[in-house]
């Protein structure tokens, strides 16, 4: 029996206050650069229980400027930007060196907050990518060295194979190199804090980078 879509589209709610208690934002309260902003709003999305906080949409675009979009995970929010990590040789990667340039999108649907960033993009230096590496799980190790993302693949048998010898390296070997496998950083020149409300009356803050300060100001929502 297939599964009437529509149906259940129309069934579904975003922010029921019946289900959800959203909090309150007030703009004027809001401090003078988002990276608080954003630190106060993902310790309160941890606390909330929010699953998986940390994960994030990363767009970007390709060499002809078509858009492009997947989940990440998030490495860090600090003077550095935002941080993320891939290997240069997949299709991000490929498009990130092509075009610098990248948006970042949070949803915490427990608080019905979303977190918008966009700005230039660098790559880190090889040695502290392997050190945000070599930081990690062993799982997250063996990934990075199964390698090949965003390439043709043959059969999941092929797959199972490759990813057992990258377990059994990662296990062996922890410190192995992924030469490939790099640390991006995200400078914002713009991050949006969206607070949503049960009566539809969100809250849309957005600041702006201008030289060393930022600017903010509200959106319609
Ligand atoms: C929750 C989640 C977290 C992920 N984290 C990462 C990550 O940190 N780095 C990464 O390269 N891929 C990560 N992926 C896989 C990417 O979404 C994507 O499939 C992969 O990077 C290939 O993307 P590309 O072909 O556009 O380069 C994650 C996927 C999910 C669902």
Sequence with gaps: MGTDLHELLRSLRVWDPEVTALP???PADAPAEPLPLFTTWFAEAVAAGQTEPHTMS???SDAEGRPDVRTVMLHGADADGWSFATHVTSRKGEQLTARPYA???FYWPVLGRQVRVRGP???APSADGQADLHARSTGALAAALTGRQS????????LAKVS???WERAQREPDSPVPTWTLYHLRPLEVEFFQGDG???HVRLLYRRAEDTWTTQLLWP
């Design 199 to 201: 009566r539809r009356q």
């Design 151 to 158: 390439e043709v693949l043959v059969s999941l048998d092929e």
């Design 121 to 123: 993009v660098t790559a």
């Design 164 to 166: 057992q010898t990258a």
């Design 24 to 26: 309150a934002f007030d």
């Design 103 to 105: 948006a970042l999108g």
């Design 58 to 60: 990363l767009a970007t």
